[in-house]
């Protein structure tokens, strides 16, 4: 409105135009004052635009991809204090947003002949310190050399990815790779719990006795649902958000492999 009595003042005069619109002359006035002497603007304007700049630079540093949780997380890191709702506004205001997620895959094979250990998490995801509580989980990535495999181990205590193995296949050299890999990064802890949904790869023999051998817990979810192994599938999405559906389309599984996260992306 400020902007349309800018353009027809001249020829109607302020107080006129206002009188058909729904502001007060005082209230034009005054904005056209803060133009001038932007410095006496209100505190939370002031703020909010100090923000914003802060706020871009750490969705453009993400390679755009953090949404409003992630990047309220990274301003906290940098002791920028920032409430999530106002990180949420002006994101909203800037027109930011995080990549989005693409439909669930579903990877699990059940084995209905195999043993199935308890279901020791009941959902609840939480840990009170490290290799206390372990996920692990198989999504897959279309190329156009086929399918390729991931599968992910992830320490719950941290949100941090400790094992991870990329493969042409589905069966069990690929999660126990991964779980080898997450092993040796934490230095063979005892008594962790292994939880994942009811895979057959995940009840093979050779997965489940290595898992005894390690002094492991092994706790499986049920099938098809993805909230008994809910942290796990959050990986997997925020995988292929951020790096298979925006960098693709993949040619093999050389480039994934070079492509794939490090330990601890994902957090």
Request: proline share 4%; net charge positive.
């Amino acid at each position: 409105m400020v902007d349309f009595i800018d353009q027809h003042r001249d020829e109607h005069g302020v107080e006129p135009i206002c009188k058909e619109l729904p502001i007060a002359p005082s209230t034009y006035r005054r904005c056209k004052a803060l133009e001038q002497q932007p410095e006496k603007r209100s505190e939370r304007v002031l703020r909010d635009e100090q923000l914003c700049h802060e706020i871009q630079r750490v969705w453009e540093e993400s390679d755009r991809n953090y949404g409003a949780r992630k990047v309220w997380k990274q301003l906290g890191r940098e002791s920028i204090p920032a409430a999530r709702c106002t990180v949420e506004r002006l994101m909203k205001h800037l027109g930011l947003q995080g990549v989005r997620r693409g439909r669930r895959c579903i990877t699990t094979i059940p084995d209905e002949a195999a043993h199935k250990p308890l279901d020791l998490v009941q959902r609840q995801f939480t840990a009170d310190h490290p290799n206390q509580l372990w996920v692990a989980d198989i999504t897959y990535v279309p190329t156009w050399s086929g399918f390729v495999y991931v599968a992910f181990v992830v320490d719950v205590y941290s949100r941090y990815i400790v094992g991870w193995r990329v493969l042409k296949h589905m069966q069990t050299d690929l999660i126990l790779d991964a779980l080898e890999q997450a092993m040796w990064l934490r230095g063979k802890p005892k008594g962790v719990i292994h939880h994942s949904d009811r895979g057959s790869q995940y009840l093979s023999i050779r997965y489940t006795e290595r898992l005894a051998e390690a002094g492991f817990n092994a706790s499986v979810g049920s099938v098809g649902d993805s909230y008994d192994n809910a942290l796990a599938e959050t990986i997997n999405g925020l995988y292929k958000a951020e790096v298979i559906h925006k960098n693709g389309p993949w040619k093999g599984l050389r480039l994934l492999t070079k492509s794939s996260p490090s330990c601890g992306d994902f957090l």
